[in-house]
């Protein structure tokens, strides 16, 4: 499985921008880059994923570099809720189902 | 919608006996779901992907007579600790695959499991 880089942790204040970076520079063409956060206590919830193009959801934005050996997940205004341990995985389409979890990005949130 | 629910949500027991631990997804059906255990301040660790009406494929080092694995339904999965001990302490989360929401496998989270052996 092709392995992401992620910083092990970030801070942030509440209400702004979060810029979340990943590399992967050994990406396939068929992988599929998505993005999973899990909160203190819980399990992962998904939160985005892309191909090639940027993707906006109603949580977060996903921007991929032209590249693709590198992408950055974006919370437009953190809340506090937003504290969590941010994962960057990798998933080729052809039925590897497996999730590799690395160590992740820690998100802290400074009221 | 894509809710997979885990119960319970914390066990206590005894050194010896066996917990079982259901993983249900609520609003859809799952071919697929997978059990992941996650000991304290590390990452999730996969041990077995379960499918529907097979047997589970272990990973590399999980012990399946130890960690016994059901998945008789599309909605139902469950994993046993036989004779749990205080090293299989940990935090217990399934997952289960739904191809229907999106063009690529996303994975949908239960809660966790929050095993504590004494």
């Known amino acids: 499985d092709a392995k992401t880089t992620q910083p092990n942790s970030m801070e942030s204040n509440e209400e702004e921008p979060v810029h979340l970076p990943c590399n992967h520079s050994?990406?396939?063409?068929?992988?599929?880059i998505h993005w999973y956060r899990q909160l203190p206590s819980q399990g992962p919830e998904y939160v985005i994923h892309g191909l090639t193009s940027n993707v906006n959801n109603r949580m977060a934005s996903l921007a991929i570099a032209e590249d693709r050996k590198s992408s950055t997940l974006i919370l437009h205004r953190a809340t506090l809720r937003d504290a969590a341990v941010y994962y960057c995985i990798l998933i080729n389409n052809f039925g590897n189902e497996k999730l590799t979890f690395g160590t992740g990005t820690r998100l802290t949130i400074i009221p | 919608g894509a809710v997979v629910s885990q119960h319970p949500s914390w066990v206590i027991c005894k050194s010896g006996t066996s917990v079982k631990i259901e993983c249900r997804s609520l609003d859809f059906q799952a071919t697929t779901m997978f059990w992941y255990r996650q000991f304290p301040k590390q990452s999730l660790m996969l041990m077995a992907t379960?499918?529907?009406?097979?047997?589970?494929?272990?990973e590399q080092g999980v012990e399946k007579d130890k960690f016994l694995i059901n998945h008789a339904s599309l909605t139902l999965s469950t994993l046993t600790v036989t004779s749990a001990h205080p090293e299989d302490s940990s935090f217990y989360i399934c997952?289960?695959?739904?191809?229907?929401?999106?063009?690529?496998?996303?994975?949908?989270f239960g809660p966790g499991t929050r095993l504590t052996v004494l």
């Open positions: 050994t990406i396939s063409g068929t992988d599929y």
């Open positions: 997952s289960a695959l739904d191809w229907g929401r999106a063009s690529t496998d996303t994975q949908y």
């Open positions: 379960s499918n529907e009406g097979s047997k589970a494929t272990y």
